[in-house]
T-cell receptor
Framework: AQSVAQPEDQVNVAEGNPLTVKCTYS??????LFWYVQYPNRGLQFLLK??????LVKGSYGFEAEFNKSQTSFHLKKPSALVSDSALYFC??????????FGKGTMLLVSP | DAGVIQSPRHEVTEMGQEVTLRCKPI?????LFWYRQTMMRGLELLIY????????DSGMPEDRFSAKMPNASFSTLKIQPSEPRDSAVYFC???????????FGAGTRLSVL
């Protein structure tokens, strides 16, 4: 079985500061990892994915994520947060089942 | 492409009534997924189709729920009879192939009174 853990329900950061949203995963095979973002009253939007290759993945809106196999982590990062980044962020993993398993989500609040 | 299109956006119904949610996937996508999102349980996969064939419906909560995909451009999720605990946001998503990006619709917010 595959699973994803997002240990923080909420992350608070001031605008202009770096942000990190944490994610760890558990799979039996090679992981395929994704980050999605959900704005209020909207569907999930794709941010970035790791399939293979470079451990640092760059995605939309200046976000990036670092794949760490030894720590089974895939933390989402951004060097300088914007108020408009405030949203619900989901980490997800896929490994041989054709389906994504999502974490419970982390609410990111960026204060002005 | 207009993306994944879901209708209606909002549905309010009374307990015991039949509810039908609709989804039009992105043209050319082989996979279609139905999810349910609630505060308590987060995002749950209900069922998914590959080439219009249901592959895994283990997430469907009970026999009151059914889903169909009669062709590559249309799918429905039906709840009959509906109950208040079915109140949630239901999302449809599609993707082109394995390990590829899933594209989500805007969702249907269902309220069962």
């Amino acid at each position: 079985a595959q699973s994803v853990a997002q240990p923080e329900d909420q992350v608070n950061v001031a605008e202009g500061n770096p942000l990190t949203v944490k994610c760890t995963y558990s799979v039996s095979g090679n992981p395929y990892l994704f980050w999605y973002v959900q704005y209020p009253n909207r569907g999930l939007q794709f941010l970035l994915k790791y399939i293979t290759g470079d451990n640092l993945v760059k995605g939309s809106y200046g976000f990036e994520a670092e794949f760490n196999k030894s720590q089974t982590s895939f933390h989402l990062k951004k060097p300088s947060a914007l108020v408009s980044d405030s949203a619900l962020y989901f980490c997800a993993v896929e490994s041989g089942y054709s389906t994504l398993t999502f974490g419970k989500g982390t609410m990111l609040l960026v204060s002005p | 492409d207009a993306g994944v299109i879901q209708s209606p956006r909002h549905e309010v119904t009374e307990m015991g009534q039949e509810v039908t949610l609709r989804c039009k996937p992105i043209s050319g996508h082989d996979y279609l997924f139905w999810y349910r999102q609630t505060m308590m349980r987060g995002l749950e996969l209900l069922i998914y189709f590959n080439n219009n064939v249901p592959i895994d419906d283990s997430g469907m909560p009970e026999d009151r729920f059914s889903a169909k995909m009669p062709n590559a451009s249309f799918s429905t999720l039906k709840i009959q009879p509906s109950e208040p605990r079915d109140s949630a946001v239901y999302f449809c998503a599609s993707r082109a192939g394995g390990y590829d990006i899933q594209y989500f619709g805007a969702g249907t917010r269902l309220s069962v009174l």
